[in-house]
Nanobody
Framework: QVQLEESGGGLVQPGGSLRLSCVGS????????IGWFREGPGKEREGVSC????????SYADSVKGRFAIFRDNAKNTVYLQMNNLKPEDTAVYHC?????????????????WGQGTQVTVSS
C-alpha cells in the first residue's frame, strides 16, 4: 500500500514562504505521478500542482501559478511544494497524493493514495 507523509506546514504571514515535503514510505515516489491538493475551510478540494514521472512536466492551478513550484529530489525520495508570496486564501490542509497527470494544460484532479496532510495557515 502506498503511504505518503507530508510535512512543512505552519503559520506564516501574508507574503511569506513555506516548503512542503512529501515522503514515500516503503516505496519509491519516482514510480508515480505526484500531485498536491488542498482542502480549505468551507471550500471544495482543489488540485494545486502535479508532477509527471515520465518527463518531469508540471502543472499548476491558476490560483497558484507563478507563486508555487513542485519538484522532486529522487535521492531523498521526496517531492516538494515550494510556496512563495502566500496569501490568506492559501490557508488549507495540504496533501500530497499519487495521481494521473494526463495533460500539462490541466492541473491533476484525481487522486489515489494520500497522506494525513499538513496545515498551512496564512495570517497576520
Amino acid at each position: 500500500q502506498v503511504q505518503l507523509e507530508e510535512s512543512g506546514g505552519g503559520l506564516v504571514q501574508p507574503g511569506g514562504s513555506l516548503r512542503l515535503s512529501c515522503v514515500g514510505s516503503e516505496f519509491t515516489l519516482d514510480y508515480y505521478d505526484i500531485g498536491w491538493f488542498r482542502e480549505g475551510p468551507g471550500k471544495e478540494r482543489e488540485g494545486v500542482s502535479c508532477l509527471r514521472r515520465s518527463d518531469g512536466r508540471t502543472s499548476y492551478a491558476d490560483s497558484v501559478k507563478g507563486r508555487f513550484a513542485i519538484f522532486r529530489d529522487n535521492a531523498k525520495n521526496t517531492v516538494y511544494l515550494q510556496m512563495n508570496n502566500l496569501k490568506p486564501e492559501d490557508t488549507a490542509v495540504y496533501h500530497c497524493a499519487t495521481t494521473v497527470f494526463a495533460s500539462p494544460a490541466r492541473v491533476c484532479d484525481t487522486f489515489a493514495s494520500w497522506g494525513q496532510g499538513t496545515q498551512v495557515t496564512v495570517s497576520s
